[in-house]
């Protein structure tokens, strides 16, 4: 059972460039979401989903995209990176659509550089 | 935009020592969880606490839930050098009209020195 897997790892970028940040899921889990993790500042909700088709908004969503056609994959796309973007990116997964008591179950994280 | 502020940010001690970490918002939190992060890997989840009052314990691990769900605590007894990690606090306001909206204190860095 793999849980949650990101890929890459890690990437570098040079400023303006594209990239989507990929994550899948083989718990069947419903709840679907990315955070990034920057130094001093905890993890920020970036995006979510509560299930297939249907997406929103975290807390810092400026510069990033989701969909979510299927309930195992939820891929983030930058569209055009910027150094502010730099960050450790965490892809996290819950059984519940209401988090309110599910326990999260994050990835391993996906490094990048935007230069 | 919910506020939960955590603290200490840093805890440096020697084995065997006590420590607390706190976990406060100015908002009543429908739930609270605490995770754990070594480097290099994501979070895992250590206790989730839902009722005021509420105290969890995990071997040398205290959990408490405030009275009015608007803080929580981390208490370690004699700690020890496998403890050293990143402490994140974790909570839901609102109930389920808020699901999906898991805010994250900033976390505490503690280093346990042999």
């Known amino acids: 059972n793999a849980g949650v897997t990101q890929t890459p790892k890690f990437q570098v970028l040079k400023t303006g460039q594209s990239m989507t940040l990929q994550c899948a899921q083989d718990m069947n889990h419903e709840y679907m979401s990315w955070y990034r993790q920057d130094p001093g500042m905890g993890l920020r909700l970036i995006h979510y989903?509560?299930?297939?088709?249907?997406?929103d908004q975290g807390e810092v969503p400026n510069g990033y995209n989701v969909s979510r056609s299927t309930t195992e994959d939820f891929p983030l796309r930058l569209l055009s990176a910027a150094p502010s973007q730099t960050s450790v990116y965490f892809c996290?997964?819950?059984?519940?659509?209401?988090?309110?008591?599910?326990?999260?179950?994050f990835g391993e994280g996906s490094r990048l550089t935007v230069l | 935009t919910q506020l939960l502020e955590q603290s200490p940010q840093f805890l440096s001690i020697q084995e065997g020592e006590n420590l607390t970490v706190y976990c406060n918002s100015s908002s009543v939190f429908s739930s609270l969880q605490w995770y754990r992060q070594e480097p290099g890997e994501g979070p895992v989840l250590l206790v989730t606490v839902v009722t005021g009052g509420e105290v969890k314990k995990l071997k040398r691990l205290t959990f408490q839930f405030g009275d009015a769900r608007k803080d929580s605590s981390l208490h370690i007894t004699a700690a020890q050098t496998g403890d050293t990690g990143l402490y994140l606090c974790?909570?839901?306001f609102g109930g389920g009209t808020s699901y999906g909206k898991l805010t994250f204190g900033q976390g505490t860095i503690l280093t346990v020195h042999p």
């Open positions: 996290a997964s819950s059984y519940s659509s209401r988090v309110t008591y599910g326990e999260l179950f």
């Open positions: 974790a909570g839901a």
């Open positions: 989903s509560v299930g297939a088709g249907i997406t």
